[in-house]
């Protein structure tokens, strides 16, 4: 991802009180497709009105960027969903009882815990995770190569 966009994206959000949670490129080199995925830092649900308010926000400044993306740019923006990216430590604060499906060697592999807790210092944080059978491992945030919230339905 072009780091000048996300600087952007992330400049028009912030005064607007969104938090950028994901943003991903694709589409082809003469019409590209930018695919945001915003928060609210109000931490209350995000409204189609929200993402109508961030998309106006960052297409104007995206179109006054000559040069930044191709003139034929798609923007689609959106909440998280129910299965939201979980990338720092706010995040996993914010989801502690929740479960989340998380990728790190220490599990060999991808596995679905429940957030315990979050410890330690700035940089060095641990995560305290419940597997299935009720046993808590400890990892270091550092060694999650990938990690979403596991929503499933209820019959």
């Not at 060694?143 to 979403?148: F, P």
Request: some cysteine; hydrophobic content about 45%.
């Amino acid at each position: 991802m072009n780091q000048a966009i996300e600087a952007l994206i992330i400049a028009e959000l912030t005064p607007l009180g969104y938090e950028l949670v994901e943003v991903r490129q694709g589409g082809s080199k003469g019409r590209p497709v930018l695919d945001v995925r915003i928060d609210r830092t109000d931490l209350a649900k995000v409204q189609v009105g929200d993402c109508e308010k961030a998309s106006r926000a960052i297409e104007a400044r995206l179109d006054a960027e000559p040069g930044l993306i191709a003139s034929r740019y798609v923007l689609e923006v959106s909440s998280p969903g129910m299965e939201r990216p979980l990338r720092n430590a706010a995040d996993w604060k914010r989801f502690v009882g929740r479960r989340a499906a998380v990728n790190a060697m220490a599990l060999h592999g991808r596995h679905e815990m429940e957030i315990v807790a979050v410890e330690g210092e700035a940089g060095a944080e641990l995560l305290r995770l419940r597997d299935g059978k009720g046993t808590e491992h400890s990892i270091a945030l550092a060694d999650v190569t990938d990690a979403r919230l596991a929503f499933h339905w209820k019959p």
